[in-house]
Nanobody
Framework: QLQASGGGLVQVGGSLKLSCAAS????????MSWYRQGPANQRELIAQ???????IYADSVKGRFTISRDNAKHTVYLQMNTLEPEDTAVYYC??????????????WGRGTLVTVSS
């Protein structure tokens, strides 16, 4: 199970930090990712953190957003700076988890709404 938090209302240029924690019994977590879905838009991948430590970002957030993870807490974070109205969306976390019976399963957290007001 994934539980996301940290969304809210922020003004243009402001910052927010999202977090998403995995709970339950599992062996490990491979990739941890953040997606977002804005009004009338499809869900898009914006940041991904691999178990190796490498990360990737969508061009739209590169240089403004930072993904990080705390493996001991099974938590992924998304630090969002210099927010723009176009960042308004529901943000979802996703994790690829190795279950206790060695299946590689994809889990989604409930979305958290980020609204950037001008």
């Amino acid at each position: 199970q994934l539980q996301a938090s940290g969304g809210g209302l922020v003004q243009v240029g402001g910052s927010l930090k999202l977090s998403c924690a995995a709970s339950g019994r599992f062996i490990g977590i491979n990739t941890m990712s953040w997606y977002r879905q804005g009004p009338a838009n499809q869900r898009e991948l914006i940041a991904q953190s691999f178990a190796s430590g490498s990360t990737i970002y969508a061009d739209s957030v590169k240089g403004r957003f930072t993904i990080s993870r705390d493996n001991a807490k099974h938590t992924v974070y998304l630090q969002m700076n210099t927010l723009e109205p176009e960042d308004t969306a529901v943000y979802y976390c996703q994790a690829r988890i190795l279950t206790i019976d060695y299946r590689n399963e994809l889990y989604w957290g409930r979305g958290t709404l980020v609204t950037v007001s001008s």
